[in-house]
């Protein structure tokens, strides 16, 4: 599955934004989806998962309660909607696909967009 993610921009402290992330190639809803995230000089973390169907998500501690993450499997479409955003929310998100177990582990997705930068400033 090849995955593009859009949507990222500059947004001020306390604003919104949304994220997709567009898949083809193959069938999305056979596919777990995660969305992570890397500022720059840190690791990539993790941001957020959604189970095949959608039913099921999970998120970090740090966005939880201000991130969410679904999916429209019609459109082929992974989305991450972002609010109350804080300057430390900065990074590259990444969206990421795994056919198998989902995880908060980055080495268990075998398939990664190309990023799309989040800036919030202060």
């Known amino acids: 599955v090849q995955l593009q993610a859009s949507g990222g921009g500059v947004v001020q402290t306390g604003g919104s934004l949304r994220l997709s992330c567009a898949a083809s190639?193959?069938?999305?809803?056979?596919?777990?989806m995660a969305w992570f995230r890397q500022a720059p000089g840190k690791e990539r973390e993790f941001v957020g998962l959604?189970?095949?169907?959608?039913?099921?998500?999970y998120y970090a501690d740090s966005v939880k309660g201000r991130f969410t993450i679904s999916r429209d499997n019609d459109k082929n479409t992974l989305y991450l909607q972002l609010s109350a955003l804080k300057p430390e929310d900065t990074a590259i998100y990444y969206c990421?696909?795994?056919?198998?177990?989902?995880?908060?582990?980055?080495?268990?997705?075998?398939?990664w967009g190309q990023g799309t930068l989040v800036t919030v400033s202060s």
């Open positions: 959604i189970t095949r169907s959608g039913s099921s998500t």
């Open positions: 190639g193959s069938t999305f809803s056979t596919y777990g």
């Open positions: 990421a696909a795994n056919a198998y177990q989902l995880s908060s582990l980055s080495r268990a997705y075998d398939y």
